[in-house]
């Protein structure tokens, strides 16, 4: 039976494709115009696009599963359009697919931005509310594309909703955008920091969640997949500790921050790419998120890794495909669970 990937050029997806070719499974990927996240890996590749419902159903014919990993992330607002045409609409029209298609089970991947988050005395579960009244357009679309494909399970479909946390690890071939935090921290390109923190999650952790859903999820049920909480300024540490690249010493005052903000987004206009932070990024970070995957640990088997250990293998990655160049070998303290080359 065949397994379909949409959005499998992107990190996760990246990640996922080459486990379930490593499992022995037949993988057919859902790609547009770029490739070459998968240029090393015997796959199908279809092309279509999430908008087109049409496209999707003769991408799914004769699929098993459906991991549903397609979205467009933003910390820009929604400007032209394509944040709700791709997360919203395009969720929807996968959930459509899937159904009319007989897809045995779609796993959607949502994003911990679908919930609404109010700072770190309160803890996110799967229970926690959704962020249909956001703020911030990314987040809203989260929200609302899974509750679009919730409306077609409610019709039948069997359907499985995962939350990620904010994702790094190896096989980031674009890079992301803390690829490329991690990229310029090693290039010793950025002069300081700004404050706050997240919940970092390793990239092959968000991947066995997703297999796990596959086979363990209940249907119709959410699970979140978080790692563990640091501030940037610990997150700097620790790739200092793994490179030996020193931390930025400095980190810039929330005010300053906020004031320049507007410049930064600007600039990454101008320069056609996003910015490393906007106004949206900074009140994430201010959040101090806490989260709770107790329940994927309980009934997905889930279990994330140490972070410190994630960096040491996205470097290694990083440096392995000729990305940076190490001056030193990196830290052996850090243990991998894994090569950096498994997904």
């Not at 049409?54 to 991991?67: D, E, H, W």
Request: aromatic share 6%; charged share 25%; hydrophobic share 45%.
């Amino acid at each position: 039976m065949i397994t379909v990937v949409t959005g499998a050029t992107g990190h996760i997806g990246a990640n996922l494709v080459r486990a379930l070719i490593a499992s022995g499974r037949r993988v057919r990927c859902v790609v547009r115009e770029e490739r070459a996240a998968l240029a090393d890996v015997d796959v199908e590749c279809v092309e279509a696009d999430v908008r087109d419902a049409a496209s999707l159903r003769g991408a799914f014919r004769g699929a098993a599963t459906v991991f549903h990993l397609a979205a467009v992330i933003s910390i820009d607002g929604d400007r032209h359009g394509l944040v709700a045409a791709t997360n919203v609409d395009g969720a929807r029209n996968a959930a459509e697919a899937a159904l009319a298609c007989g897809v045995r089970r779609l796993v959607h991947c949502s994003s911990i931005h679908g919930f609404e988050q109010n700072g770190p005395a309160a803890t996110v579960v799967e229970s926690t509310p959704r962020a249909f009244s956001a703020r911030h357009a990314y987040d809203r679309s989260k929200a609302a594309g899974e509750r679009a494909v919730r409306e077609v399970a409610a019709r039948g479909l069997d359907a499985v909703i995962v939350h990620p946390t904010a994702v790094i690890g190896p096989f980031d071939f674009e890079p992301s955008r803390m690829g490329r935090v991690l990229l310029d921290l090693y290039r010793r390109r950025l002069p300081s920091l700004v404050p706050g923190g997240f919940d970092w999650v390793d990239v092959r952790d968000v991947v066995a969640g997703l297999l796990g859903a596959e086979t363990h999820g209940r249907p119709h049920e959410s699970y979140l997949l978080s790692g563990r909480y640091a501030s940037l300024a610990e997150l700097a540490r620790l790739a200092a500790d793994v490179t030996g690249v020193p931390a930025p010493r400095w980190c810039t005052p929330v005010w300053l921050a906020r004031a320049a903000a507007p410049f930064s987004t600007t600039l990454g206009r101008v320069r056609g790419r996003e910015p490393l932070f906007t106004g949206e990024s900074l009140d994430a970070l201010a959040m101090g998120t806490q989260v709770d995957c107790a329940k994927a640990r309980r009934e997905l088997g889930y279990s994330p890794r140490d972070l410190r250990t994630t960096l040491r293998d996205t470097y290694a990655w990083f440096a392995e495909t000729d990305r940076l160049r190490l001056e030193r070998p990196l830290d052996p303290g850090a243990e991998a669970a894994g090569s950096a080359g498994a997904a």
